[in-house]
């Protein structure tokens, strides 16, 4: 009796307990210690107030966007980012735009959360601070006035804002972009350079305006440009090369002869025809 009462608990055990298929899979944490380093930017950079991209690499610790929220899994979570101790966002990539700033100093800190935002333990995190700076954009010109068709050389110095040259185009990202650059009010270039070279302006003055302007081409606000006015000249008068009329009387004499040759082929032919037919 005791043997056939433990068979049958036995088989209600089996019964009762889901099949392996069916059972949550386990995920092992990454071997060693989690933890990260801040690879941009450094400490007590100068960054645009209008905000920048922090950019970390994590060991032994993964960002799990899908369980963002959800019950822990060790060695799984995300970051929490502060700005002067007050919470500025939550991220799940390596890197992450925080702003803006007032212009100053400020204090930045990064922590590594549990996927319902506990902290590790032992509590993972690093500081570092940053001086926001403003944007702002300076033109030259390479000389106040040139002649038709040669180089003027437009630069400009660019301060609080990053020229993003793989970003034009794509979704606006704080404190990052480029320039557009337009003469006498109608746009020239859209650029993520320091400087570029024009040689087909007409004679007269010309007014050079570059502005600064977020990845998806809109322009910051408030507008932050700077202008100069250059005069071109009239150059020397273009020259023509010599025609080769040595070339061109042999093509035609070619030409010529070729034809010749046709036609008396033809008549010929046209001849010999003739001749056959009267006979």
């Not at 990260?36 to 799990?64: K, Y």
């Not at 993003?164 to 859209?190: F, K, M, T, W």
């Not at 322009?219 to 080769?244: F, K, M």
């Not at 010749?260 to 010929?268: D, E, G, P, S, Y």
Request: hydrophobic share 40%; net charge negative.
């Amino acid at each position: 009796l005791l043997a056939g009462i433990l068979i049958a608990a036995a088989a209600m055990t089996a019964a009762l307990e889901p099949a392996a298929s069916s059972r949550p899979s386990i995920i092992e944490p990454l071997e060693g210690a989690p933890d990260f380093r801040v690879e941009a930017p450094s400490d007590r950079a100068a960054v645009s107030s209008l905000g920048v991209r922090v950019v970390i690499s994590v060991t032994n610790f993964t960002l799990d966007l899908e369980n963002y929220g959800r019950d822990p899994i060790p060695g799984h979570g995300h970051l929490h980012y502060y700005v002067d101790g007050l919470f500025a966002g939550t991220a799940w990539t390596e890197a992450f735009s925080i702003g803006p700033f007032t212009p100053g100093s400020h204090r930045i800190d990064v922590g590594l959360r549990n996927n319902d935002h506990t902290f590790l333990d032992p509590d993972v995190s690093r500081s570092f601070s940053v001086v926001g700076v403003e944007p702002t954009i300076n033109v030259n010109a390479s000389a106040p006035s040139v002649k038709e068709r040669e180089p003027l050389i437009i630069s400009w110095s660019v301060t609080g804002f990053v020229l993003d040259a793989p970003g034009i185009g794509n979704a606006p990202e704080q404190g990052r972009g480029h320039v557009h650059l337009d003469v006498d009010g109608s746009n020239y270039a859209a650029i993520a350079a320091d400087s570029i070279t024009i040689t087909d302006l007409p004679k007269g003055n010309h007014t050079i305006r570059v502005s600064l302007h977020n990845n998806d081409h809109t322009p910051l606000s408030p507008d932050v440009a700077d202008a100069v006015v250059v005069e071109i000249t009239p150059g020397p008068p273009r020259t023509e090369a010599p025609l080769d009329l040595s070339v061109a009387y042999g093509t035609a004499a070619a030409i010529l002869i070729g034809t010749a040759t046709i036609v008396a082929f033809a008549l010929r032919r046209k001849r010999r025809g003739d001749g056959a037919g009267q006979r």
